[in-house]
């Protein structure tokens, strides 16, 4: 029996109890999700994701997401005095003022799975923070900066350079 399959994709046969299997379905038509192979791939990529943040030394790259009260900007100066202590692992950062004095901030992380464990204990250590949650991928982002002295990438040429 010859194998159509990708070869990059490999065949599994799983056995659910079968209400597991009813409400896997359930879920998989209320979301309007494509299929069931493709849903227990993203639950497995969930789970070995939040494998991998308590595990030393592995980089991984995620979000974190906190929800606080802004307290006339002292919780805001905490956060952002946090984060400062985080730079290398900090890439960027989204605030949106919520109604009854909240905000949401969304950080893009990336980092030593424990410097980013760190991390939002420390945040979570802010007087005035009510939420916090990271979410963590396997998958990296890709280098912006050389690091330890060697060479970036050449850069595209510029508009004008490209018009000489």
């Known amino acids: ?28 038509a209320k979301r309007g999700l494509p299929n069931r ?6 639950l497995i990529r969930h789970e070995l994701a939040e494998q991998s943040q308590g595990e030393i030394g592995t980089v991984i790259a995620g ?17 952002a005095q946090t984060q400062l202590t985080y730079l290398k692992e900090v890439i960027s950062s ?3 003022f919520l109604e009854d004095d909240q905000s949401l901030e ?14 939002c204990d420390d ?5 005035g923070v009510q939420q916090i ?12 900066h050389a690091h330890g002295g060697g060479e970036t ?7 004008i350079e490209a018009a000489e």
């Open 63 to 79: 979000t974190i997401t906190l929800i606080y009260r802004a307290e006339s900007g002292r919780v805001r100066h905490a956060l």
């Open 37 to 42: 192979s493709q849903t227990i791939s993203e």
């Open 106 to 119: 969304v950080l893009l992380v990336q980092g030593p799975s424990e410097r980013l464990q760190a991390l």
């Open 153 to 159: 990438p050449d850069p595209a040429p510029s508009s």
């Open 1 to 28: 029996m010859e194998n159509d399959a990708s070869p990059y994709l490999a065949r599994l046969s799983v056995s659910l109890p079968a209400e597991l299997l009813a409400q896997l379905d359930a879920m998989i």
């Open 133 to 144: 949650k990271l979410v963590a991928t396997t998958a990296l982002l890709p280098p912006l």
């Open 123 to 127: 945040l979570r250590k802010v007087r």
């Open 94 to 96: 989204q605030h949106v």
